[in-house]
């Protein structure tokens, strides 16, 4: 068993600045566009490119929460009880282009479930994925629109993400091999 860090602050901070610039260029116009992250990991992360976002465009970006336990299609193999988390999304998605913001993708599985939550809001414009890591092994075709970093990992192998609301200088990002 081996540990590696993958990422520090600065590698983090730089992929937020670059992919936020990325998809301001990509969006044409900041109207009708939101930012949602996934809990937990997507949520700063989906905090940190709207607030660029908002600082390109010089517009409010609409924001929101998803909790997708009750979406998951492994909620009864898991064994202990799910912690379940918020979901605030307050505005109406029917016409957006919704940024969906994940730490990790590894199955797709969990992008699958955070699919079906959202939607089960309305149905939005456009989906757009972001992740922080890409770690291979996918099971469903679904891929991120935008990725800061892809490796391919063992499945028994894990990613930690630690991105901080209060602390950016420790953010970091461990492969820990099995």
Known sequence: MGTTVLLQSKDIAEIVERLSAQIYRDLGSADNFAVVGMQTGGVELARRIRS???ELSGKQIQSGTLDITFYRDDLTT???????????????????TILLVDDVIFTGRSAKAALETLTSFGRPKAIRLF????RGNRELPIQPDYCGYRILTGVRDNIEVV????????DIVIHTTA
């Open 78 to 96: 898991r064994g202990a009880l799910p912690s379940i988390k918020e979901t605030a999304i307050s505005f109406d998605i029917s016409t957006m």
């Open 163 to 170: 991105v901080s609301d209060t602390s950016p200088a420790e």
């Open 131 to 134: 992740v922080l890591v890409d």
């Open 52 to 54: 660029r976002i908002e």
